[in-house]
């Protein structure tokens, strides 16, 4: 493995300073520290990460490197997982190096990439942590909740300026490529996913959020549904569910047949071909956009049925009365734009509704003639 090597490493690279800097010198170690400004050499972004300041500064980072690296070495597999601690390494060194003028070393930054993708990949995993209080005691706690305090310690420490020796930057850069990386890779299926990794787990959570959604029709009546009442509600369910998944995958073109089927089956229910607040103003705006304006009045209307006191209610409706107004649904739509002007703030909106009831008002004077 991976991990063992780089401790070895570390440890044998403290062994030389403490023989080359001598006991009060820093020869050699200032050779290899990252620094910015006219003392910054590109290779220093590597270099630092083997260099430490003391025995605790050396034992503390190679125990955090011997818990989590192990395991997402496993994930990576053991080349890439060097190369991935490297370029963490480099990366921290390098954001270090061009915001403060201090010298850094240490292997933090790149073990910090190390918990970052940790938190990713694993993030339910329980790990054993020492609490010095009165007593010394043992407890476990998610990874989550730990890499969280060491992440949020490390803002605090930044944010208020009492960083004292240590270089928080250069730690929160580290997390920041670690998570980012890690994410990246299981999204584009680089990385095998596995059912807890944060990935898949957030992606359950929307999943379970599209459903809840995708189950609230008409309320639920005060007897016990029937079957075929229940038969009829999971349709409901799936029928919405599969216009939703689309939209949640970023395929709306995709989402028009299934909200068709949608409303030739369920249309007739009251609210049962509506969706979630954001899934019904993207399909309404698409299918606007795609110039399908029957699909997207139906759209926009049960929107503002189902949600009419939303933010969005007021621009809707002076796009909704435009769209009745072309279909010849003059009262429909001078109702819906009188509304909008009493609601509307943006003055560009309120003179278009005023437009469009001018031309409403003109069509009809002409039929009454």
């Known amino acids: 493995m991976v ?25 050699f170690t200032s050779r290899f520290w990252v620094i910015g400004g006219a003392g910054f050499a590109w290779y220093r972004a590597l270099t630092f990460n083997f260099l430490h300041g003391d025995f605790m500064h050396l034992a503390g980072n190679m125990l955090f490197l011997w818990v989590f690296g192990r395991a997402v070495e496993d994930r990576l597999g053991r080349w890439w997982f060097l190369l991935f601690y490297l370029v963490g390494g480099a990366f921290s060194g390098l954001v270090h190096a061009w915001f403060e003028s201090a010298p850094a070393i240490g292997a933090s930054g790149a073990i910090s990439a190390v918990t970052g993708a940790f938190l990713v990949l694993f993030p339910r995993t329980r790990i054993k942590l020492l609490w010095f209080l ?38 929160l850069a580290g997390y920041a490529y670690g998570f980012v990386i890690a994410f990246v890779l299981l999204w584009l299926k680089v990385l095998p996913r596995e059912p807890y990794d944060l990935f898949s787990i957030s992606r359950h959570a929307k999943r379970r959020q599209e459903f809840r959604a995708a189950a609230r029709v ?47 089956e369920h249309g007739s229910t009251p609210g049962a071909a509506t969706l979630s607040r954001n899934a019904q103003y993207q399909l309404g705006a698409h299918l606007y956009a795609k110039g399908e304006t ?49 609601e509307l703030a943006d003055e560009g909106l309120k003179a278009i509704a005023h437009d469009e009831l001018e031309a409403i008002a003109a069509a009809t004077t002409g039929d009454e003639a």
């Open 218 to 264: 008409a309320p639920r009546p005060a007897r016990p549904m029937t079957k075929v009442q229940a038969e009829r509600t999971e349709a409901v369910a799936h029928a919405r569910a599969a216009v939703s998944r689309e939209l949640s995958k970023g395929r709306p073109d995709a989402a028009v047949e299934p909200y068709r089927a949608l409303l030739a």
């Open 134 to 171: 009165i007593l010394i005691s043992v407890f476990q706690a998610p990874a989550w909740f730990f890499i969280g305090l060491q992440v949020a310690w490390n803002v605090i420490a930044t944010t208020t300026g009492r960083e004292g020796n240590v270089a928080t930057l250069a730690h």
């Open 3 to 27: 991990t063992p090597g780089l401790i070895v490493a570390c440890t044998a690279v403290y062994v030389l300073q403490l023989a080359l800097d001598g006991p009060e010198g820093q020869a």
């Open 294 to 342: 029957g699909l997207a009045a139906q759209a926009f209307g049960d929107f503002l049925a189902e949600y009419p006191a939303d933010k969005e209610a007021p621009q809707i409706k002076v796009l909704l009365g435009r769209l009745l107004a072309a279909e010849g649904r003059g009262d429909e739509a001078r109702t819906l734009l009188e509304q909008a002007v009493a």
